[in-house]
């Protein structure tokens, strides 16, 4: 059964860092297409960052130039480099793998910028 399981959340200040990480366990397959996603209170969940099987990444606006999406494919990890955070990034994060034909979603974390 294919589970992926966040991590590196927390509060921060703005203008700190953070680095998610997305570990994804019970795939017969090493590389697939990832994603990173948010939702805040009371807003929709939106596209932050996704990557696809061969590296090409792409980035929602609000965070070009401050987010890097990466992978470790030997490791089965994907992540998530925050960079300059502001309060407006705060919000639920969640990953996503598409494996075969089935998308897997992560449980999400948690990050909370403070101004």
């Known amino acids: 059964q294919v589970q992926l399981v966040e991590s590196g959340g927390g509060l921060v200040q703005a203008g700190e860092s953070l680095k998610l990480s997305c570990a994804v366990s019970g795939s017969t397959f090493s590389i697939y297409p990832m994603g990173w996603y948010r939702q805040a209170p009371g807003k929709q969940r939106e596209v932050v960052a996704t990557?696809?099987?061969?590296?090409?990444?792409n980035y929602a606006d609000s965070v070009k130039d401050r987010f890097t999406i990466s992978r470790d494919n030997a490791k089965n990890t994907g992540y998530l480099q925050m960079n300059s955070l502001k309060p407006e990034d705060t919000a639920v994060y969640f990953c996503n793998a598409l494996i075969g034909t089935r998308l897997f979603w992560g449980q999400g974390t948690q990050v909370t910028v403070s101004s």
């Open positions: 990557i696809t099987s061969v590296g090409s990444t």
